[in-house]
Each structure stands twice: as C-alpha cells, then as structure tokens.
C-alpha cells in the first residue's frame, strides 16, 4: 500500500532520518525529517500553470509548532493554535530566503511548502529539522528547484564551534557568558545561501570561521537528500525559462540611454519618477504584440538591473555618486521627545528612524508560550514600517514577516550589550519608526535604538552600530562590493548582507543571497569592509551622546534587594495579606522572584524606602548590641514589652528601664509610648532581651558606662 523510502545518517551527536511515501501522499512531495526525536513534516504543493497576468513568484512559506509535539496544551482561552508566534514567522522567513532564489528563473506558478513540527524533544530545535525537510521535500516534488540545500546552527564555546548546540544551550544567551553564537547557516553544495545571527562581539575571522564551518557540516545532509531523491523523486516537472531575449533587445534600443540618465539622478523620489516616466516611453515605442508579451516586466527590470550593475562593476559608480566603499551623510540627535523615557533619531542619507525607548518593571516583561516552556523576556524590541516612509499610499495593520523579522535582527545586534537585569532591574521596551526609507533602516533601527537607550539612562557596555552590504557579480567573477547600500541596489543587486556590531566585534550577521557562487573571498571582503563601515558610523553616532545618558525623570525607579528564599513566604503573607500591606502603605510597586529577588518600583524615592523598609523588617534579624527604636505594646508588673523590629517583642526588665528603683513600669511609661531599647541579647528559651537605661531617650545614642553610673 505504501511505497516508503527511509534513509539515515548520523550527523554530529544525533541521527537524522529523512523518510517519505507513507503520509501525504497527495502532495507533490512530502518529507518527514527526524533528528533526535525531534520531527517535522514538510508538504510542498506547486500549482501547474501559471496564473495569467502573474508578473512574480508567488512562494509561500509556512512554519507551524503544534503543541501536542511537546505533549502541552496552548494556553488561552481557546486552547488552539493560532495566529503564528513570532518563532513561526521568523522559521518561515528562515526558510523561505535561501529556497526562493534556487526556483528556475522564469517559474512563476504558485508554490506551498508547510513545515508542520509533529515531535519535539525539547533537545533539537524544530527550525533547522524543518528547513531540511522542507528542501528534500522541494527536491523530490518534480517542481524546477536548483537544489537541494541544508542548513545547520553553531555554537561558539571556548574557541569550538559547535554543530546543532540543545536548546537549552541557545536560549537566553545574554546570561549565558559561556556560550557567545547563535548562528544558522544555509547553503548548497557550493555555496552559502543565509546566514542568520545572534552574537556577542566575535571578530571577523571567527564568524567568517563559523560560516565556513557550518557549510562544511551540512554537506552530509546534502548528500542525503540526494540519495532519498534518487530513490524516490518524481518526474521533473516540464518547464522552460521564457526566451524574451528578442523583447529584451527591444526594450533596450527604445530605452538604454534614457534608463541611464534616470539613474543618474541623485534623489530618489525624482529618480523613482524618472524611472517610471522611462518605462512608460518604453511601452510607447513597442508593438501591440510586445506589449501584451506576459515577459515585459521582466525584460524592464533586466535593463534596470543592467544598468545599474555595470555602471557598478565597470566604472565603480552607484546611482548616488558615491564611492563603492563610502557611507551616506549620517545626523544623529538624542533627546528629542519630552515625555518620553528616551528617544533618538538617526538619518542616513534618505533613510531615517525615529527610536523610542520606555522603561518599564517586572510587570511589562513579556511571557513567551514557546514548545520548551514558558519564558520571560525584559527586551522588547518593535520596527514599524508605514507606507509614508516611502512615499507610497498603502494599508495599515498588524505587522507583517517584514516587520517581525527586522525587529528581530535588530533586537538580536543590541542583546549583547545589553547590562544583566541584576545590575539594571528594568523591562527595556524599544520602538522603532522608520519614518523615511531608502537602504536599511534594520540597520538605521540598531543605531537609534543604541542612541535611544543610552538616552534613557541604559548602562550599555557599548554603542552598537550596523551597516548593510550589497553584492554584483558578474558572470565572469567580477565583482564589486558596495557599502551602505540604497533600496535599488539591494533591489537589482546579488546579495544583502548586514553586519552590526560594537568596536570590539559583531553582534549579528544576516545575509541573503540571489546568485550560486560567493566565495570566501567576496565574504571576507564584505566583512572587512562593513567593519570600516561600522567604525565610521560609530564615529558618527559618538558625536550625538555627549548630552545623553541623564536617567528620565518620568521613569520608574527600582532597587533590588535579595532575601532568603525561606523567607518569601513571610513577605508575601497569607493569601497575599503582607505583599498587600506593603504595596498600599508604601504606594510602590514590588515584585518577588522565586530565587529571592525583590523589586521595588515607584517614581517617588520616599515609596520605595519605606517598602524597603518594611520588607527588610520582616527578613532580617535583630543585631545584639544595636540601638532601635521601639513602641511601648504592653506594661506588665516585671517590665514592659516593646515592639522594636518589624513585628518581633522583646521584654525590657523593671531594672533595665532607668538607674534607679523603680516600684511599677507605669512610673515612667505608658502603652504607645516611643522609646530608645538596645538589644541585650537573648534568653535560655530564646525570648529576646531588652534594655532601655544606657540609651539616651532623646537622641537614641547609646550612654557611657560612666554617664550611666552617675
């Protein structure tokens, strides 16, 4: 019934099992992928033809975490997965961005691929199971797919590399000082397709290091691919790349010229209408059957392309006249919002980001549902993306792929200098607007974000700037790179390629490729040059922070202090009664964690004192010898209690109250009276005793032993 093919290989500390006939047999292909026990399936659909009109590849990625893979059930009211997690997303981008340049150019029918995790061992990460699956399932398919591809993370611990380091390993690496890369790498078996990162100051030649490292672990997997393909892949489907090369020639007589005069022009709204008006000259002077050619669009966008690459390659000039190497005319200012916690704006030539940061406490952090558990994160970090930042009219909603994965790359450049959350106790919350666009405002987003939380008052180990590199290379291996590139350069060019990072080293790396064939050389050229790069930004950005750094007056103010664990339960109180107590007397916000850790937040100082106070008057001891300051609670024939240490008694005797004889305690006291006791010790049962006679009863300073004999 089922023709099943079944092959293995052991890679690193696990096996990896690719499998396929048995389930979902009517997808073009489907591909379970087990490491560990760790598996996902991936089902790949491809419509036949193309719609009519279709003037782009219309591929779809999606990435879904079941929960019954870790035995949970979602949270939630409705108990169903939902709309996809931020985890989802970026898997899905993950995905999507080294599979997408390797269809056959041309292809433009509909493509579905689903990465669905079914088993997950809390070990493995589902992502890099899931783009596996995901390539051997496109490889078998029959679709025109130049595959397949692998990916692979890494670890970096004490100078290794690690391949596919646990989950554990990986989560919250900013307390983890061990443990300094997280990095995800896809590629062929040529050549490196993305790369995506999280690291903590490497320098150029250890994460050049990595990436060739992770390109050699994932060629057995290529190969495994290619076996399970052989055995079971379907007939390749019929499809052959348009031949427009006649409409091409076309297009170009009518406009070369014109298209490069376009591009000459420095401003981008200008040269985007320029651009335009071109194309529609073009389409002037074509016939009615090139016209309704369905390959027009695409003979445009080779003569742009065209144009501007050997503008690049063979006269080394881009569109905005800068130098290959040269970065754009860069402002930075801090300060600018009055009632905000911090706030920064950072220009780059046209690209521009307004970047705000509030402060907040242990009630703002984030609660993650994630397939290994629940986890708190106190970074936050948001980009929107509005349609006026490019001129354009467009719709407003939730924030899509774009959005979710910028903010990403930009929350993991600025984690590693980040200050631990013992020294800076507060939710840091950053948003980015991009308010004008053209190049990377992921990139823009780094930068005002550092200058934003310096502004705050957020004791960073250092600034953190980022810069995004372009790539076009020639089919005779020429090359150039660009730094700091424009929209249409990335746009019409071979490679994205961004680099953020402190003076010390990178902080994060995220390449996107489109051409098979970028060697070490071109990387460690990009790398080196994004450095220069960076360091100048930085420059740049130093100039703007000598009035930063002043804490906001309108924000929270929070101490920490640390108890005995065995204590927390007298803090909080039955049902809650103490925490409340001290949360209404004192007006401060307090928080406590399982490890002992208390935090108290309030904008007024005199809250969080007294909190403090109260807290400290339930957990600590009274000191033998020490003066404190009492309540007379009862009087009694041999002396009087006093309440002198939170809610702890002590007994001052008849003969310790004054230096002479006293018939009653009531001679010289009343209940309620506030006096002066000094801690004398502690008797046979425990019971403490006090004494008031050698403390002076106005000042509270303790008397000489001769004061005390007169």
């Known amino acids: 019934m089922f023709n099943e093919v079944k092959k293995s290989i052991q890679w690193g500390e696990e096996t990896l099992t690719l499998e396929t006939g048995k389930i979902a047999r009517q997808a073009d292909g489907t591909v379970i992928a087990t490491l560990g026990e760790t598996s996902v399936m991936a089902n790949v659909t491809f419509a036949k033809q193309q719609k009519e009109g279709q003037d782009f590849f219309p591929l779809t990625v999606h990435y879904q975490e079941k929960y019954y ?41 509909e493509v579905l691929v689903m990465c669905t995790v079914l088993s997950h061992d809390l070990v493995n990460d589902p992502d890099v199971v899931a783009m596996i699956a995901a390539s051997a399932a496109l490889t078998i398919s029959g679709a025109p797919f130049m595959g397949p591809i692998a990916g692979c993370r890494v670890g970096f611990e004490d100078g290794e590399y690690i391949l596919n380091p646990t989950v554990d390993d990986m989560q919250d690496l900013r307390n983890n000082p061990d443990q300094r890369l997280d990095l995800v790498v896809a590629g062929t078996k040529d050549a490196v397709m993305m790369v995506e990162s999280e690291a903590y100051e490497l320098t150029e030649d250890e994460m050049l290091g990595a990436v060739t490292f992770a390109h050699e672990q994932i060629q057995p997997v290529i190969d495994l691919i290619i076996d399970l393909a052989e055995e079971s892949a379907k007939e390749p489907f019929e499809f052959q790349s348009p031949d427009y090369s006649a409409l091409y020639e076309a297009v170009k007589a009518a406009g070369e010229e014109k298209m490069k005069a376009a591009y000459a022009i420095l401003d981008k709204q200008e040269r985007v209408a320029a651009v335009a008006s071109v194309k529609e000259e073009i389409k002037a002077g074509l016939s009615e059957e090139q016209l309704s050619d369905a390959n027009l669009g695409s003979a445009l966008k080779k003569l742009e392309s065209n144009v501007l690459r050997s503008s690049v390659v063979k006269e080394g000039k881009r569109i905005d006249g800068r130098a290959l190497d040269q970065v754009r005319p860069i402002t930075c200012e801090t300060g600018l919002l009055p009632r ?49 930042s490019v001129g354009e009219v467009g719709r407003v909603g939730s924030p899509g792929r774009r959005e979710i994965g910028h903010g990403k790359l930009a929350w993991r450049a600025l984690q590693a200098v980040l200050p ?38 957020v004791p960073l180990k250092s600034a953190v700037a980022g810069v995004a590199m372009g790539l076009v290379l020639e089919d005779d291996g020429e090359f150039a790179v660009l730094t700091d590139i424009l929209g249409d350069e990335d746009h019409l060019g071979d490679m994205d390629f961004k680099v953020a990072g402190t003076e010390k080293g990178i902080t994060s790396l995220q390449m996107d490729i ?9 990387m460690k050229q990009a790398l080196a040059q994004a450095k220069e790069g960076r360091m100048h930004i930085l420059g740049e950005m130093n100039k703007a922070l000598s009035g930063a750094g002043e804490f906001s007056a309108h924000a929270p103010r929070i101490e920490t202090m640390q108890i005995p664990t065995d204590k927390i339960r007298e803090v909080i109180g039955s049902g809650g009664k103490v925490i409340r107590e001290i949360v209404e007397t004192s007006g401060a916000k307090v928080d406590i964690n399982d490890d002992g850790v208390i935090k108290i937040a309030s904008a007024n100082g005199e809250a969080i004192q007294k909190a403090y106070d109260m807290i400290y ?10 003066v404190y300051k009492g309540k007379v609670v009862k009087l009694v024939d041999f002396g009087a209690f006093v309440n002198f240490f939170g809610k702890r008694d002590g007994l001052v005797h008849v003969s310790q109250i004054e230096n002479r004889r006293l018939n009653h305690p009531s001679d010289v006291l009343k209940e309620g009276q506030e006096v002066y006791v000094k801690l004398l010790g502690f008797d046979d049962r425990g019971k403490v005793r006090l004494g008031m006679k050698m403390v002076d009863q106005e000042t509270g300073e303790e008397v000489k032993k001769e004061e005390e004999a007169e």
């Open 69 to 109: 893979a870790a035995g949970k059930i979602p949270g939630g009211f409705f108990k169903r997965e939902a709309r996809p997690t931020e985890k989802e997303t970026l898997t899905a981008r993950l995905i999507d961005r080294p599979i997408r340049p390797l269809f056959v150019p041309g292809f433009k029918n």
């Open 340 to 388: 905000t916690h911090g706030s920064a704006l950072f220009t780059r030539g046209e690209t521009q980001g307004l970047v705000v940061t509030t402060l907040g406490t242990g009630d703002d952090e984030q609660i993650i549902d994630a397939l290994h558990g629940n986890f708190r994160s106190n970074f936050l970090l948001h980009y929107n993306f509005p349609p006026y």
């Open 420 to 457: 631990a959350a013992t020294d800076f106790p507060y939710t840091i919350r950053v948003v980015s607007e991009i308010t004008e666009s053209n190049g990377s405002s992921s990139m823009a987003s780094v930068c005002g974000g550092s200058l934003s939380m310096m502004d705050a008052g």
């Open 514 to 522: 489109k051409v098979q064939g970028i060697t070490p050389e071109i």
């Open 617 to 626: 008057s339930i957990v600590a001891e009274p000191e033998e010898g020490h």
